[in-house]
């Protein structure tokens, strides 16, 4: 039984968690003026659900829904909005590892457990820990959903389950883990997970989008997984994987530790987490930074375990581990693999912040592109430019209600920045070139048959503007290049603007 927490500890747990929120919230800060891919994704189908759109049935989102629905919260908004609601989602995070290892230990485990959660929520690869998006929300119910479960809470369990299928495909994933933490109680938790689940696709029918659910996440879902563009995905993924365990040391040396002392039983639930986390990271051979998520909650609980063991009440206790000091300046000295190869960063954006001046990232170069782009869609009197070189402002003449938008390439952060409607049911191309947004600027391999017939789809729609963003990059797939779409774009459009990686065309 635990011994009730003093006043000074609970004060201190305060002082604690303030300290992770401000850090959570300073490192949010720095991405101020960056929107990433995923971000941008999910934030276009927000924007499309707040104009009255409904998902899958009015658009396309091979995302299960929370994934843009959550946008809807914040009004899918970049900048300030989003940047707060992901120091509030990255610190719930935060707070339900706390709670997760305080059930299955104690709260001393509990802090180590949302220190290193809000640790690795900042010293990550940035797409992967700053987005919003199916792999980082499913890491918050992973960790509720075994707390829930091993409290004896078959309700609050099932409902992570559910949150987590509706979130992440991957999610399926979590749900045996979660009913084998739940132990007798499993088939109640089933039980529970499957009625939410119901309750999310009974709302899915009443919008009629029930059958594009289906077909855009799980057909498009297995579509997608079977085609990787790793030529040598095995190898491609061991070298992946090293790395990320490398970059993670910090968290398995003990990790180790911790497993080796817990019960037989113990053990071998963390196995099957674990395990299911790596089923996580291989499907779709792609081995994406994002995928490895679904590794960090079990390798956290038990980091957390080990590290508790390394530095308990009674420093006689730390000294009965073999090799305890040595272990104890390993622990620290490895979080310095993170810190050193992503703090400086922080650094860097935090001073353009400050001085006004722009990000010089590699990392944002589309990015800053389609905050261009949008400047000429939404602002054309202060940057549009002639093409003709006359001077005058093609883009601005003739205001059309609603403005509408079609965006050629993987841009859907240009549906967040001018929060235009979409003209058409594609927020990407990749449905209408066959080719994946995964490897589309480089390749020219189709992937998806039915990609003529949603060219044919699309010559029947006139949007306000096109913006090709994938020509200038991969011409091969330009929008002028498909015979049935260059007739259509010489008929109805003319080209008013350029930047560095997109084409601007406006109807006629």
């Known amino acids: 039984m635990q011994r009730p927490e003093s006043l000074a500890a609970r004060r201190g747990r305060v002082w604690f968690f303030t300290g992770l929120a401000l850090l959570l919230l300073i490192s949010r800060v720095c991405h101020l003026r960056i929107l990433w891919a995923e971000e941008g994704y999910g934030a276009a189908a927000g924007v ?40 509030a989602f990255a610190f719930l995070t935060a707070v339900a590892a706390w709670k997760c ?3 299955l230990w104690s709260p001393r485990e509990g802090t180590w457990a949302a220190g290193l959660t809000a640790f690795f929520q900042i010293f990550d690869i940035p797409p992967a820990v700053m987005t919003i998006g199916p792999d980082l929300l ?136 674990l ?21 960090l909650p079990p390798l956290v609980l038990l980091a957390s375990r080990g590290l508790a063991l390394l530095w308990p009440p009674s420093s006689a206790a730390a000294l009965a581990i073999p090799w305890g000091k040595m272990l104890r300046f390993l622990a620290v000295a490895l979080l310095l693999i993170p810190l050193g190869r992503f703090g400086p960063r922080y650094a860097l954006l935090a001073s353009d912040l400050l001085t006004g001046h722009p990000h010089h990232w590699a990392d944002l170069a589309l990015n800053q592109d389609s905050q261009a782009v949008a400047r000429l869609l939404k602002h054309p009197e202060k940057y549009g430019t002639d093409p003709s070189g006359k001077g005058t402002d093609p883009i601005s003449g003739g205001n059309l209600t609603p403005t509408t938008l079609f965006v050629w390439g993987y841009r859907p952060d240009l549906f967040a920045y001018t929060r235009f ?28 048959p039915e990609a003529a017939q949603n060219r044919a789809d699309l010559v029947k729609t006139w949007p306000t503007f096109l913006v090709d963003g994938l020509g200038p990059m991969n011409p091969h797939l330009a929008l002028d290049q498909y015979p049935e779409l260059r007739a259509w774009l010489a008929s109805n459009y003319e080209k008013v603007g350029q930047t560095p990686y997109s084409v601007i065309y406006k109807r006629k």
């Open 101 to 103: 290892a305080s059930a």
């Open 421 to 448: 409607s979409s003209g058409t049911r594609f927020l990407d191309s990749q449905l209408l070139t066959g080719v994946l947004g995964d490897r589309h600027l480089m390749s020219t391999h189709v992937s998806i």
């Open 48 to 87: 499309q659900t707040i104009l009255g759109k409904v998902i899958y049935r009015d658009f396309w989102f091979d995302k299960p829904p929370l994934a843009a629905w959550i946008y809807v919260l914040w009004g899918a908004f970049p900048g300030w909005p989003l940047r707060l609601a992901g120091a």
């Open 275 to 295: 395990a299911a986390g790596a089923v996580g990271v291989v499907a779709g051979l792609r081995f994406f930074p994002r995928y490895y998520l679904m590794l």
């Open 138 to 273: 499913t890491v918050p119910l992973a960790f509720l959903g075994v707390a829930c479960a091993h409290a004896g809470a078959p309700v609050w369990a099932g409902l992570a389950c559910a949150l987590a299928v509706h979130s992440n495909a991957k999610g399926l994933l979590l749900v045996p883990v979660i009913l084998l933490w739940a132990e007798k109680r499993w088939l109640v938790t089933l039980a529970c997970a499957m009625g939410f689940f119901l309750v999310g696709l009974g709302a899915l029918a009443a919008m009629g989008a029930l059958p594009g659910y289906w077909h855009q996440v799980w057909e498009f879902g297995r579509v997608y997984s079977q085609d990787t563009f790793v030529t040598n995905p095995w190898r491609e993924g061991a070298l992946r994987t090293a790395n990320w365990l490398g970059f993670h040391a910090a968290l398995l040396i003990p990790a180790f530790l911790a497993f080796g002392k817990q019960p037989a039983w113990e053990r071998i639930k963390f196995a099957v987490w």
